[in-house]
């Protein structure tokens, strides 16, 4: 219960509710329920935290499964406690292998050991099974002297530093004075150092200030789709952007047209012809089909659309488990159909797309949970002068999905050191700025044109250049000595 407890405690202090110090105290809680458990004991109690973390900090999967996606209840509920359980086993791995193989006690365990071994596994699950780095401690400091470390080796060297602070917490505690300096360096030097680096300018002007428009058209998840309301739809996106006329750049959310934009050539050409016109450019979150003469299929594409002096397309890569690609065999695939439950899959896009140029910017794209895998976009991050995010997190309703993920978005612009518009259907559209700030920000579920203007700049930081590289050698270092320092001792 204690582990349970714990980990949902760590739930908690990320957006909206932003308690950073539970990112140490709550690791730090399990490191000290760690200590002295036998190998099946440690395990349990790590997979009770996990299970209190991703439970507590991701029960909106519920809401897009069952509440949008109409799925069946037992099918929502299995879906999001098989995701939670997969999470909670990452915990379990680090219990059980810190009671076999690291020391006992003393700074090697706290310092070293624990602290790699938490980050090393918060990469794994960042890309392994498709990845889901939701979640990890890094990302509860965007609000911290902290986020200046960012840009040097992104949210995973927070994540270190959290987790070594936690050791600490916990070698204090249990080994009393002689370990109190010790510790009192390790969690007080990488905030000094943080404000620091907050001040270093790893990025430049790289042009004059452009004026960005985001389209939020607050079209109730629930009624987006439905056929009566498709000429609705499409005419307050069009009246909207009208109103935005003049802008540089107009942004729309992720597929925010109810159609494919195959069926919308005319309604998109009209609007582009009104655009230039008015001197605008266009970023339009649309989902299209292309014809795949070689398979004789059709493939879909979640997609964004850059109409300026040319037409471009980013098509997502990164793709959602069981929303956009369902990893099941044809076999299940045949029930779903039975059941009239979704199964179709979207297509990849390619893995590295260039920066969308567009109105005088060159924009690193993402779309929706994207943004959540900061090290697969580098390639267009050192290329480009800013950032766009379109999302729709309208899937979650009012839930804390929306925050989080914001808070996602906000890393990516501090580690890249430039501003990010992120338009998003009924919320959280905004304007965010190089060091994660709010340069503008819409009010949620309502329909809104959001104005601001952003700054072009290059430059690359070093997480920009090198990506987790440096993280994981230091993580992998780390664990390696201590795993020498615990072989030693089981033979002494």
Not at 206 to 226: E, R, T
Not at 261 to 269: K, Q
Not at 294 to 313: C, H, K, T
Not at 357 to 386: F, K, P
Request: proline share 6%; with cysteine; charged share 15%.
């Amino acid at each position: 219960m204690a582990a349970l407890l714990s980990g949902a405690a760590l739930a908690i202090a990320f957006a909206p509710f932003g308690l950073w110090p539970l990112a140490i105290l709550a690791p730090a809680a399990l490191f000290l329920l760690w200590d002295g458990a036998s190998p099946a004991r440690a395990a349990a109690l790590g997979f009770s935290f996990g299970c209190g973390t991703f439970a507590a900090g991701t029960y909106w999967l519920y809401v897009s499964i069952h509440g949008f996606g109409k799925a069946p209840v037992w099918l929502a509920l299995l879906l999001m406690f098989g995701l939670v359980a997969i999470m909670a086993a990452y915990h379990a791995l680090l219990g059980y292998a810190a009671s076999r193989l690291l020391p006992a006690r003393g700074p090697v365990r706290w310092l070293l050991g624990l602290p790699a071994g938490w980050v090393l596994l918060e990469w794994v699950r960042g890309w392994f099974l498709s990845g889901f780095g939701w979640l990890s401690l890094g990302y509860s400091q965007t609000d911290t002297w902290l986020a200046g470390w960012a840009p040097v080796g992104g949210v995973y060297l927070l994540s270190l530093l959290l987790a070594c602070m936690a050791g600490a917490v916990a070698m204090w505690h249990l080994e009393g004075r002689r370990s109190a300096w010790p510790a009192l360096a390790v969690c007080l030097l990488p905030w000094i150092a943080g404000l620091a680096l907050e001040r270093v300018e790893w990025t430049r002007p790289a042009g004059a200030p452009v004026a960005v428009a985001i389209v939020q058209g607050a079209i109730p998840q629930d009624q987006k789709w439905l056929a009566d309301n498709r000429e609705y739809s499409l005419r307050r996106y069009r009246d909207l952007t009208l109103s935005a006329l003049g802008t540089p750049l107009i942004v729309w959310p992720e597929a925010a047209a109810p159609d494919l934009a195959n069926n919308l050539v005319a309604y998109l050409a009209d609007l582009a012809r009104a655009a230039e016109e008015r001197g605008s450019s266009l970023l339009l979150g649309l989902i299209r089909a292309e014809s795949q003469p070689e398979s004789q299929r059709v493939a879909y594409f979640n997609s964004i659309l850059a109409l300026g002096e040319d037409a471009v397309w980013y098509d997502k890569h990164h793709l959602v488990p069981f929303g956009e690609f369902f990893p099941v065999p044809e076999a299940v695939r045949s029930w779903m159909r039975l059941m009239n439950l979704p199964y179709s899959d979207f297509s990849r896009g390619p893995r590295s797309q260039p920066p969308l140029r567009i109105a005088g910017l060159s924009l690193s794209a993402s779309i929706c949970y994207e943004d959540a895998y900061g090290s697969s976009q580098l390639a267009a991050v050192r290329e480009s002068t800013a950032l766009v995010n379109v999302t729709n997190d309208a899937w979650f309703g009012r839930s804390t999905a929306r925050h989080q993920h914001l808070q996602i978005s906000r890393m990516r612009a501090i580690e890249a050191q430039r501003y990010l518009v992120r338009a998003a259907n009924d919320g959280i559209s905004a304007v965010i700025g190089p060091r994660g700030e709010f340069v503008a920000r819409a009010p949620d579920f309502a329909q809104t044109v959001l104005r601001a203007q952003i700054e072009p700049r290059s430059g690359v930081p070093p997480y920009a250049r090198f990506g987790n590289f440096l993280v994981l050698l230091l993580a992998a270092g780390g664990l390696l000595a201590a795993l020498w320092s615990g072989l030693r001792a089981a033979r002494g």
